[in-house]
C-alpha cells in the first residue's frame, strides 16, 4: 500500500528531458498528502553556504513540498523539480529516485561535492540537501533558460529559435572548462568519493544562462545516488530503437566524462540522431567535408563550417570506442581554444 502512495501519477504529464527514456515522474507536491501521514515533514534543510532560510529562518521539508511547481525533468538518477518559495527565492530540487549511501556518509559526500563545485563558475553550485526517511534531494540554483536538452528540443520540435554557430561553440568551451577543473581535482583520499570525476556529464545537464553561456549541473550525483531502471509502464512514448536508447555511457570514470562530452557535441553539431550514428558519420566523414553530404544543423558556410569540421573532429576523437585513445581534457581545452581564437582573426 505504501509504495503505491509514492508511485502516484501527477496532475499533468510533465515535459520530460532528453537523455534518458522518456517517463512519467511524480511531483513531490503530487504525493505530498501521503508524505504527512508517514514522515516528520517539519525536518530541516543543511545547507551547503553559510545562510539561513528566508528571514534568517531555516528552510524545512514543509516549505519545499509546498513550494513545488513541477517536474523539469525525470532520468534513472532521479526527478528534478522547481520550487518557489513564498519569498520568491527559486530553486532546483534534485530528488533521487534510490540513494546509494546512507545519512552520514550522504551528507558528507555533498558537503565536499559542493566545496568544490562552489569554486568553479562552470559548475552549478551545490545549495544544500536533506536526507529523511521517504525523500533524499540535493538543492541548487534554477536556471529558467534550462537545459540544453531544453533549448535543442524547443528549436527542432517547437520552432523556437535555434542556437547560432557562436552559441553552441561558447556552450561547447564551457563545459569543456567545467570538465577540466573537475579532472584537475586530486583525487580524493577516500576511495568511495571521486572528486575528479562528474560520472554523468549529458545535455540535460548543461544548464544555460540568459547570455548563452553554460553550467555543468549534478556533479558528484551519481556517487550519491544508485540507478534505478524506469519502468516502460510509465513511459509517456516507446523508446527509441537501437543504439540511440542508450547513448550517454554510466561508467565513472573520467574518460567517460570525454566520451559523454563527444556525444553532446554530436547533438550540438548534427541533431538528435548524430550521437548514435558515430560509425555512419566516420564512413561518410570526407563526402561532410567535401560538402557532399548535408551533417550539420543550421545554415553553416565558409569559417564557420571549417569550424564546425574541427570541432567534429574533435567530438569523433572524444567518442572513440577505446578509452585510451581519447583525448584528455587539457587537449581538448586547447584544441577548442584554437578554433575560438580563429573566430577573433
Not at 501521514?37 to 519545499?64: A, K, N, S, W
Not at 562552489?118 to 534554477?142: E, H, M, N, W
Not at 535543442?152 to 517547437?158: E, H, K, S
Not at 524506469?230 to 512514448?237: D, E, F, L
Amino acid at each position: 500500500m505504501l509504495s503505491r502512495a509514492f508511485t502516484k501519477s501527477v496532475r499533468k504529464s510533465p515535459r520530460i528531458d532528453t537523455g534518458e527514456s522518456s517517463c512519467r515522474s511524480v511531483s513531490i507536491y503530487d504525493y505530498e498528502d501521503c508524505i504527512f501521514g508517514f514522515m516528520d515533514i517539519d525536518v530541516p534543510l543543511i545547507l551547503c553556504e553559510d545562510e539561513g532560510g528566508p528571514g534568517g529562518d531555516q528552510l524545512t521539508l514543509r516549505e519545499v513540498l509546498r513550494g513545488s511547481v513541477g517536474v523539469m525533468g525525470a532520468g534513472r538518477l532521479g526527478m528534478t523539480e522547481k520550487i518557489v518559495l513564498s519569498e520568491g527565492r527559486v530553486w532546483a530540487v534534485k530528488r533521487f529516485r534510490k540513494a546509494g549511501v546512507r545519512k552520514g556518509e550522504f551528507g558528507r559526500r555533498i558537503q565536499r561535492l559542493a566545496e568544490v563545485s562552489q569554486r568553479c563558475r562552470y559548475l552549478v553550485p551545490v545549495t544544500g540537501y536533506l536526507y529523511a526517511k521517504r525523500i533524499k534531494f540535493v538543492v541548487s540554483d534554477y536556471y529558467p533558460m534550462g537545459s540544453l536538452a531544453d533549448l535543442l528540443a524547443g528549436a527542432r520540435d517547437l520552432g523556437h529559435t535555434a542556437l547560432v554557430w557562436n552559441q553552441r561553440l561558447t556552450i561547447i568551451q564551457n563545459i569543456a572548462r567545467a570538465i577540466t577543473f573537475i579532472h584537475s581535482q586530486s583525487p580524493s583520499q577516500d576511495k568511495r568519493l571521486q572528486l575528479n570525476v562528474h560520472g554523468n556529464v549529458k545535455a540535460s545537464n548543461v544548464m544555460i544562462n540568459v547570455d548563452f553561456t553554460a553550467c555543468l549541473s549534478d556533479y558528484g550525483c551519481a556517487q550519491l545516488a544508485e540507478r534505478v531502471e524506469v519502468s516502460n509502464t510509465w513511459q509517456r512514448k516507446p523508446p527509441p530503437p537501437g543504439p540511440q536508447k542508450k547513448v550517454y555511457c554510466e561508467v565513472l570514470c573520467q574518460t567517460s566524462d570525454i566520451y559523454n562530452f563527444g556525444i553532446i557535441i554530436l547533438d550540438l553539431l548534427g541533431g538528435t540522431k548524430a550521437p548514435s550514428l558515430r560509425d555512419c558519420i566516420m564512413e561518410k566523414i570526407e563526402e561532410i567535408k567535401s560538402g557532399n553530404c548535408d551533417f550539420f544543423e543550421g545554415n553553416l558556410e565558409g569559417k564557420e563550417q571549417n569550424q564546425a569540421l574541427i570541432v567534429l573532429d574533435l567530438a569523433l576523437a572524444c567518442t572513440h570506442e577505446s578509452p585510451e585513445a581519447r583525448p584528455s581534457i587539457e587537449r581538448i581545452v586547447i584544441h577548442l581554444g584554437n578554433v575560438i581564437g580563429k573566430i577573433r582573426e
